[in-house]
């Protein structure tokens, strides 16, 4: 069963940088598209930022200029780099891997406050 794991969430002022990994073994990851989502408290969850597997990047307009997604095939991890955090950011991060299947990892969990 493949699971993706994210890590680096955590508290931080508003206009602070956090940088999330999603840590993706077990599969051929450089073949599936990357997505990051988030939820917040009694929200629905929301498609955050995009990575295709040619490398093109998309993002929610309430983050961009702010929020930059990458990827690294050999390390089989993907990243966003998260910098003038805000309180409305704070959220469960989670990411996705899409192609021939579908794999969700747990969430980490990101609080922006003062």
């Known amino acids: 069963q493949v699971q993706l794991v994210e890590s680096g969430g955590g508290l931080v002022q508003p206009g602070g940088s956090l940088r999330l990994s999603c840590a993706a073994p077990?599969?051929?990851?450089?073949?599936?598209?990357i997505t990051w989502h988030r939820q917040a408290p009694g929200k629905e969850r929301e498609l955050v930022a995009v990575?295709?597997?040619?490398?093109?990047?998309n993002y929610k307009d309430s983050v961009k200029g702010r929020f930059t997604i990458s990827r690294d095939n050999v390390k089989q991890t993907a990243y966003l780099q998260m910098n003038s955090l805000k309180p409305e950011d704070t959220a469960v991060y989670y990411c996705r891997a899409s192609g021939q299947k579908e794999y969700w990892g747990r969430g980490t969990q990101v609080t922006v406050s003062s």
């Open positions: 990575i295709t597997t040619g490398g093109s990047t």
């Open positions: 077990g599969f051929a990851f450089s073949t599936y598209d």
